[in-house]
């Protein structure tokens, strides 16, 4: 009897769902050769999530910002930009 008892406890609580997150900002620390085109890439396929990078380099930030000379150098990442 005890089993059976077990099993329907392990049943249920393998059943039981952690209530759903809705993520709608993201802060990433670091705009270098990871963080940058990682949440560029977030940006482009998850429009309605705010993405926000912060680094200690102003100027790095700032290159992001223009479009010209990004601060790394990655394949196709000039088009994820330029579609913001």
């Known amino acids: 009897m005890s089993s059976i008892f077990f099993y329907l406890f392990v049943?249920?609580?393998?059943?039981?769902?952690a209530p759903?997150?809705?993520?709608k900002k993201i802060c990433c620390i670091g705009a270098g050769y990871v963080g940058g085109p990682t949440c560029s890439v977030m940006a482009l396929k998850c429009p309605d999530i705010e993405i926000t990078v912060v680094d200690l380099s102003k100027d790095r930030i700032d290159q992001?910002?223009?479009?010209?000379?990004?601060?790394?150098?990655?394949v196709h990442i000039i088009l994820f930009i330029k579609n913001k």
């Open 64 to 74: 992001w910002n223009s479009n010209d000379k990004l601060p790394i150098y990655e």
């Open 11 to 17: 049943l249920q609580a393998s059943t039981v769902r």
């Open 20 to 23: 759903t997150m809705v993520i």
